[in-house]
């Protein structure tokens, strides 16, 4: 699976947008992006995940450059109950490998009043 | 849905002890997975299940780790004999082939190995 590339840390403020960058240069033409988060003391939590078309869904939007060498996870209103790690994973859809997903170190990111 | 339900949600034993963690995955979930938490390593995955059966076990650290999945709604995963630098959060995770790999994390179990 591609390695993923992510800043450690990032701020932002209350109710402005967060957008938060994931390299991955390396990623194949099956490998999908997700993103997951994890709270202080809670187990991770899926986001959103994508190939090469932007998604969307309630939680955020996910932009994946055209040569999908990069992507941006957006939370488009954040919140204090958004200071979390976000975790950017590359991996293959399906075949041997179905399930595993690989962690980084991820953001951290915080989200203040 | 309840959720993926792990006990204990902490444990504190003393090297030399077994220790076994316990996971309830969502019901209709085919698939589960321990991964294991520490400041030094982040999230692993430890292995995980398909169908009750285990198809990747790579990332079990050595034997003294030892995981089953008796039926579809019960796994543990035992520790015997524990060492400190087993000391982590473990959570359990489970998800259905028809998601597509989003995985449903539970709470997580604090072990301490003193």
């Known amino acids: 699976d591609a390695k993923t590339t992510q800043p450690p840390s990032m701020d932002c403020a209350e109710g402005r947008a967060a957008n938060l960058p994931c390299n991955h240069s390396t990623i194949s033409g099956n490998e999908y992006v997700y993103w997951y988060r994890q709270i202080h003391s809670q187990g991770p939590q899926y986001i959103i995940h994508?190939?090469?078309n932007n998604e969307t869904n309630e939680m955020a939007s996910l932009i994946i450059t055209e040569d999908r060498k990069s992507s941006t996870l957006i939370l488009p209103h954040a919140t204090l109950r958004d200071t979390a790690v976000y975790y950017c994973?590359?991996?293959?859809?399906?075949?041997?490998?179905?399930?595993?997903?690989?962690f980084g170190q991820g953001t951290i990111l915080t989200v203040h009043p | 849905d309840a959720g993926v339900i792990q006990s204990p949600r902490h444990e504190v034993t003393e090297m030399g002890q077994e220790v076994t963690l316990r996971c309830k995955p969502i019901?209709?979930?085919?698939?589960l997975f321990w991964y294991r938490q520490t400041m030094m390593r982040g999230l692993e995955l430890l292995i995980y299940f398909n169908n009750n059966v285990p198809i990747d076990d790579s990332g079990m650290p050595e034997d003294r780790f030892s995981a089953k999945m008796p039926n579809a709604s019960f796994s543990t995963l035992k520790i015997q004999p524990s060492e400190p630098r087993d000391s982590a959060v473990y959570f359990c995770a489970s998800s259905s082939g028809y998601t597509f790999n989003e995985q449903f994390f539970g709470p997580g179990t604090r072990l301490t190995v003193l």
């Open positions: 994973i590359v991996r293959v859809g399906g075949g041997t490998s179905y399930g595993k997903l690989t």
């Open positions: 994508g190939l090469k």
């Open positions: 019901s209709g979930h085919d698939y």
